[in-house]
């Protein structure tokens, strides 16, 4: 049985739906869930439709071309029964697709840019092209930055679309009371359309206006203090980050978790935002006090991922 390496899921602290407007953002790895390439010894019907959705895979990088993939091996192992055996959640906004990705072409390419090199800026940016390319298969448009997160599994700084960085996170707290964690919705999300409803919601003056004057404004100020440490002035933009989610985001947030997103910024508990696409997956929370928050969330399921 061929295994290959392990690639990671990821969480967007900062930056959903703001990078597409060029705002910074801030993406971590999360080594919660992960995935690998494999050739089974006997297929199961998870790797036959795993494999399914590679046969599929294979035709759009056909389609691409200019990628310097090895095509005939990546099609030769699919005929094996090639899958990706994962315990990402699809859907769930921490890079399913993005891991599958990352793995494809670790595996397949023939000019590897590695992880061990100098990782330039224009290196960065050659492999976020590439990955965009090869993600627009699951997604209609993709940055390219989830499967760049899983395949480096170091936090990426985006300070704009074409100025990407690798960065290093303040350490976390062990005592820290304050932490960033996951809440489950429940039910999953589809990027794509998702990214359809901001766009169209772009089309509007006001819409663009609150974009660029708040949304974007806020985000950095988050991606900035999180950097330096300045816990709170993340908390303060944070909150300010929940509420015009809250006002302006209402289609990406689940319905039943409006008023937990009220309260949240109501109480100063805890404030929610989306991770990823949101419609559904993984809501992402900054809490002042983990403890209280989830004595406050007491009906669901928190998952921290990191102390502050």
């Avoid at 049985?1 to 407007?21: Q, R, T």
């Avoid at 209402?250 to 039943?256: F, S």
Wanted: aromatic share 12%; charged share 25%.
């Amino acid at each position: 049985m061929m295994k290959g390496p392990l690639f990671y899921s990821k969480i967007l602290l900062f930056g959903e739906y703001g990078i597409i407007e060029d705002s910074k953002g801030l993406s971590i790895p999360y080594n919660f869930f992960k995935g690998a390439l494999k050739l089974p010894d006997s297929p199961s019907e998870k790797s036959k439709q795993s494999n399914l959705i590679l046969i599929d895979f294979c035709s759009h990088l056909k389609q691409i071309g200019d990628l310097d993939l090895d095509l005939i091996l990546f099609e030769k192992h699919i005929k094996e029964g090639l899958y990706f055996d994962s315990s990402i959640p699809k859907g769930y906004g921490v890079g399913s697709s993005g891991a599958l990705v990352a793995a494809v072409y670790d595996k397949y390419s023939n000019n590897k840019i590695t992880v061990l090199e100098n990782l330039t800026r224009e290196k960065l940016l050659k492999l976020k092209i590439i990955f965009s390319k090869m993600e627009s298969f699951f997604h209609g448009k993709s940055s390219g930055l989830d499967p760049l997160n899983s395949y480096l599994s170091i936090p990426i700084l985006i300070k704009s679309k074409d100025d990407i960085n690798v960065t290093g996170i303040p350490s976390q707290k062990s005592k820290g009371s304050g932490a960033v964690f996951l809440l489950d919705s429940g039910q999953t999300g589809s990027t794509a359309p998702m990214v359809s409803i901001f766009m169209e919601k772009m089309k509007s003056e006001g819409f663009r206006k609150m974009i660029s004057s708040q949304f974007i404004k806020h985000t950095n100020i988050c991606v900035d203090s999180f950097l330096s440490g300045d816990i709170n002035k993340l908390l303060q933009n944070t909150k300010k980050l929940s509420r015009i989610v809250f006002e302006n985001f209402k289609p990406m947030i689940p319905d039943e978790f409006h008023h937990l997103w009220k309260k949240g910024i109501d109480s100063g508990s805890y404030f929610l935002k989306l991770c990823g696409s949101g419609g559904g997956g993984y809501i992402l929370g900054f809490a002042p006090d983990i403890d209280q928050a989830k004595k406050d969330l007491k009906d669901y399921s928190l998952e921290v991922v990191y102390h502050f």
